[in-house]
């Protein structure tokens, strides 16, 4: 058996050496985020699901103070009667007018809106009844209500999708209101923030917790520790980065058979990325001690030389189905083969939260087909369920106003605005915008939605597989943003937890450049407004659409990687001959 010092250095340099260079800061996961959200998180565990609040004192304090800042800021909108948040006040007017007696839908004004107002009611039937809170605040204060609860999402999603320790969360926070999707969002007093914490929470929190998932041999699977394997590689433990959440495996005191003892297998986002830490004081008999096996560099603190150095794909540990978790009981006490898909017991509420966004805005309706594609058929049937419970309930309440919206206003382009006006970032803007207002343009629009809708499902369901929770869901999200006939710029808010998961993936250029498209500004700063868009040349074409092109060009990009990361893992591998 080796000892410590001689296991050490066998290793590669480029495994011992950290990177000097100035850029490293960039390259190093753990660098300049914190060790809980980095793939090279040391010693420490992952957070559990439910643990995605402010820990420390420092960050309750200010995450309290952004909250405050919101309400102080509101009520000084109120108090000086500024002008700001127009959509904020047609949802106290919906939920007034709802409470009259007065109709929703027609061609005039809600006589309920402030003078300064002039918008139509374009929401569903169920969402002025959900707006009828708002009533009890002063139509003036109704903005600063808005501006907290927008707050409190985007804090919530920067929670639950990159799960930052310390100040980093009200830091976070506030460094993403520069985004033009965000700050126009809280300016407009819009609930753009609002109904993505609802699919956030639901997806990543509530039905994640019934999520299916592979044993060992799939991504994500989990083996607890101390369990005994079969076939010379035994005792190892998977972790999968399921959201884009880091987990070291921990194989302290797994026992293995002739072979490896004690492996600690870190499944990253099949792009051998992953660390893993192997458990110290594993026993073993005659083989290595603790291996780690993952992207060609042992795990903080592990003693062992690394295991499928460089392999492609570590999460799906090409030649190793056979060999772990052999009829071991998982940690839900079940008994499974390698490679073998476990139910765990799911929320009751999954769904009805996406069902509750969908009643306010439709749009969100497409994150029900994303729960049956990736296999949570129960929370996809609640969420329907809740939607059409709640749009019922309408037809009870004002059943003229339900049928007027459900049979005219709901396809009536009139009420939403100029579709080729810049801010309409969607494939039914991007054509109307090139076409002239064609009429084939929304049959052109639908066309190319359904070729993107190949590449898209198949990434949701390949990174669902693969336990990456948030990459699926914003592969959904954006995918949304492409297909709704209308998009506005300030609906783009799905960039925020985009850009997050880019960090915690140690994406760094990526997540910057990401972050500089949104921050640019760019959709106010080109020509725009009446016929302008129509005499666009190439240059501002592209730069007119850039949040549509981007999104389309970055699920059509991810899916090539996809398919040349699968053929590269699923190549038939040639075993070296033993040396005589």
């Excluded at 109904?195 to 044993?215: E, I, N, P, Y």
Aim: hydrophobic share 50%; net charge positive; aromatic share 8%.
């Amino acid at each position: 058996m080796p000892t410590p010092h001689q296991a050490t250095d066998s290793l590669p340099p480029a495994v011992l050496r950290r990177p000097r260079s100035w850029l490293s800061w960039l390259r190093q996961p753990g660098s300049w985020f914190p060790r809980s959200c980095s793939r090279r998180s040391g010693s420490r565990q992952p957070r559990s699901p439910g643990r995605w609040l402010p820990r420390t004192r420092l960050a309750r304090l200010l995450t309290a103070a952004l909250l405050l800042a919101a309400a102080v800021l509101g009520v000084v909108v109120w108090l000086a009667g500024w002008h700001v948040g127009a959509d904020s006040a047609v949802y106290r007017a919906g939920g007034l007018t709802l409470l009259k007696g007065e109709p929703l839908y027609t061609s005039s004004d809600l006589t309920t809106l402030p003078d300064w107002v002039r918008l139509p009611f374009t929401y569903t039937p169920a969402a002025a009844a959900l707006f009828v809170p708002l009533v009890l605040a002063p139509s003036g204060l109704v903005w600063g209500v808005i501006a907290v609860l927008s707050v409190v999402s985007l804090t919530v999603v920067i929670a639950v999708v990159a799960r930052p320790s310390g100040v980093w969360l009200p830091a976070g926070t506030a460094i993403v209101l520069v985004l033009e999707p965000v700050w126009k969002t809280l300016f407009l007093g819009q609930i753009n923030l609002i109904l993505m914490a609802l699919v956030v929470f639901d997806v990543l929190v509530l039905s994640a917790r019934g999520a299916s998932s592979r044993r060992l041999a799939g991504p994500g699977g989990s083996a607890p520790a101390g369990s005994v394997g079969a076939g010379g590689s035994a005792g190892a433990a998977v972790s999968g980065d399921s959201a884009g959440f880091t987990g070291a495996a921990d194989a302290a005191g797994s026992v293995g058979a002739g072979g490896s003892v004690g492996a600690a297998v870190s499944a990253e986002s099949g792009d051998s990325a992953g660390v893993a830490e192997a458990g110290a004081g594993s026993v073993g008999a005659g083989g290595p001690v603790s291996a780690a096996i993952s992207a060609g560099a042992a795990g903080p603190g592990s003693v062992g030389a690394a295991d499928s150095t460089g392999a492609p794909g570590a999460a799906d540990l090409p030649g190793m189905a056979g060999s772990l978790d052999a009829g071991n009981p998982g940690a839900d006490g079940q008994v499974g083969s390698a490679g073998e898909r476990v139910r765990r017991s799911g929320s009751r509420w999954a769904g009805v939260l996406i069902g509750v966004a969908a009643a306010v805005k439709l749009t969100p309706l497409i994150f029900v087909p994303h729960l049956f594609f990736t296999g949570r058929w129960k929370d996809g049937l609640r969420a329907l369920g809740t939607f059409v419970g709640l749009e019922a309930v309408m037809f009870a309440v004002i059943p003229g106003d339900a049928w007027r919206f459900w049979t005219e206003s709901v396809s009536d382009p009139s009420r939403v605005g100029s579709v080729h006006w810049i801010f309409n970032q969607s494939l039914n803007g991007l054509v109307n915008r090139a076409s002239s207002l064609a009429p084939w343009s929304m049959a052109v629009a639908i066309a190319v939605a359904a070729v993107l809708a190949v590449p898209a499902v198949w990434l949701v369901v390949r990174w669902h597989r693969r336990g990456e929770e948030a990459a699926a869901l914003l592969v959904t999200a954006f995918y949304a943003l492409l297909v709704s006939p209308v998009s506005w710029s300030h609906h783009w808010v799905w960039a925020v937890p985009l850009v997050c998961l880019l960090v915690v993936k140690g994406r760094r250029w990526w997540a910057l450049l990401v972050a500089a498209l949104f921050a640019s500004q760019i959709v106010m700063l080109v020509p725009n407004g009446g016929n302008t868009e129509f005499t666009w040349g190439f240059g501002w074409s592209v730069l007119g659409n850039a949040y549509v092109l981007a999104a389309a060009a970055a699920i059509l990009a991810l899916s090539v990687r996809e398919l040349r990361l699968r053929a590269r893992t699923t190549a038939p591998t040639v075993q070296p001959e033993p040396a005589e």
